[in-house]
DNA sequence: ATGTGC
């Protein structure tokens, strides 16, 4: 990206000074070398995003950002209802309430080592991964409605789960205000049997180990030491949130013109919150926030039954599941005054700070758990939300490294075998059923996650708590 | 991300 274009107000904070439609500044965080490698796309999208309507304080982008459909990857943008705000669908992603879960293991690298080749194709046999996988489950017409209303509430009380694993989920499992009826019966049909399953492109299941600690009382708090084997699972809502998203996207962009709104860019297809769109949106998102949710949870059920055949000591609780592709309604200071806003976070995980309702009683006090996945090979971070977090980007941090590099780019660099191989020669076990996947997933596709991570500690996104290494993959 | 592409 072009500096001249950016005012640079601290390290790691960029401003776009508002110029024509838009309303409010951008504001980009990331050091001096993530800004000079980010897409000139990025910039465009931000000035973009700040020129809808009824936009608050800035739009943003995070250390990980890159170029996306209409909003970046790795957007952060706040409306209010009141002042003509806006739901975007794409300002949320197609991957509704993708996300990531980490579960400790009770288990240290030893424990795992002489099973570790049994163990990752266990996982392998048993969590489907890969483009229209299908899983075990068949939900019925009535079961799939329970599902998008209840969510991973829902999965518990059908005996995937412990009760206590809501408790470490972002809304406690269970999006309120979803509204199966608004979800077409095209999105259901698709979601029908891919409860349990991972997905592609950038999903994955990881056995990790604890490396490297960046502050003692909060990994203390977290239940995290040096040399622990943690679990964790990222992927979404699978075909539902998928079919959603395309079908609001064309509706969205359809009645622009009725609800009054200009479009700076066709991609940037939205409704006001207050319209009749704008709400049967928010329903059939919500919905599929608990879709992602269930899935999860359905997931982290299997996990637990193939632990107890191959390593029978582990015992996986639930340290915390994160949405990082959501619009939430959530209570915010906009120059001195609390407001309702609906806050789009699209490759973004939220990043609340101590005392927050919603998070954990555990680590109230702390902030809550920032679950950052790495890419394939590459080491995941645990990060937690501080108070600083709250008023930057209405508590938001990154969610990954970020993509540097197109699919089509990396399939025509790497080849999947050989990346499965080196990984393999580093004692990293990789189970995926593409290869073609695992080129468009190689480590230098993406941005180095450690650079974005230090960018985000920095910046006060969220403070560093630990880093994970990989030792199993399943890949989709 | 995705029954990968109108």
Redesign the pocket.
């Known amino acids: 990206m072009q500096k001249k274009h950016l005012q640079r107000k601290s390290e790691t904070e960029w401003w776009i000074e508002p110029t024509g439609p838009m309303r409010v500044p951008g504001i980009i965080y990331g050091s001096e070398d993530l800004i000079e490698a980010m897409d000139d796309k990025v910039r465009e999208q931000v000035s973009n995003v700040a020129a809808l309507p009824g936009i608050q304080k800035a739009s943003y982008a995070m250390p990980d950002a890159h170029w996306g459909?209409g909003f970046p990857i790795g957007g952060v943008a706040a409306f209010d209802p009141d002042q003509g705000g806006v739901i975007s669908a794409g300002g949320v992603g197609?991957?509704i309430s993708?996300g990531v879960r980490t579960l400790h293991t009770g288990l240290v690298r030893d424990d795992i080592e002489r099973v570790k080749e049994t163990l990752a194709d266990a996982l392998y046999a048993h969590i489907p991964a890969?483009?229209?996988s299908r899983g075990a489950i068949r939900l019925n017409p009535e079961q799939m409605d329970a599902m998008l209303q209840g969510g991973a509430a829902w999965a518990v009380a059908q005996g995937w789960g412990l009760p206590e694993d809501l408790q470490a989920i972002e809304e406690r499992g269970r999006m309120a205000g979803a509204d199966a009826g608004c979800v077409s019966p095209?999105a259901k049909k698709?979601q029908k049997d891919?409860m349990g399953t991972l997905?592609?492109?950038?999903?994955y299941l990881e056995v990790q180990e604890v490396t490297d600690l960046y502050d003692s009382e909060i990994a203390t708090a977290f239940g995290l030491q040096v040399g622990d084997i943690v679990l964790s699972v990222h992927?979404?809502s699978?075909?539902l949130?998928?079919?959603i998203?395309?079908e609001f996207l064309k509706s969205m962009a359809l009645a622009a013109r009725s609800h009054g709104i200009t479009l700076p860019d066709r991609e940037l297809a939205c409704a006001p919150i207050h319209s009749e769109l704008g709400q049967q949106y928010l329903g059939a998102m919500r919905a599929a926030m608990n879709c992602a949710m269930a899935n999860r949870q359905i997931i982290t059920h299997l996990v637990r039954q193939i632990f107890a055949e191959v390593l029978p000591l582990a015992e996986l609780d639930l340290l915390y599941d994160v949405s990082h592709n959501t619009c939430k309604m959530e209570e915010h200071d906009i120059d001195g005054v609390r407001k309702n806003v609906f806050v789009h976070r699209k490759g973004a995980t939220r990043s609340f700070g101590p005392g927050h309702a919603d998070i954990p009683q555990a680590f109230r006090s702390l902030g809550q758990p920032v679950l950052i996945g790495g890419t394939l090979g590459t080491a995941s971070y645990i990060l937690c939300g501080t108070q600083q977090t709250m008023g930057l980007a209405f508590g938001s941090a990154v969610h990954g490294a970020g993509?540097q590099m197109s699919?089509r780019q990396a399939t025509k660099q790497w080849q999947g075998r050989a990346v499965i191989d080196e990984l393999a020669a580093r004692g990293i076990l990789i189970r995926s059923p593409?290869q073609?996947?695992v080129a468009e997933?190689a480590p230098g596709a993406y941005k180095d996650v450690s650079q974005v991570v230090e960018a985000a500690h920095v910046a006060g996104l969220a403070r560093k708590v630990a880093r994970l290494e990989p030792v199993i993959c399943v890949k989709?």
């Open positions: 459909y197609f991957d993708c890969g483009v229209g095209q698709r891919e997905g592609s492109g950038n999903h992927c979404g699978r075909g949130g998928h079919q998203g395309t993509r699919r593409s073609r996947g997933e989709g």
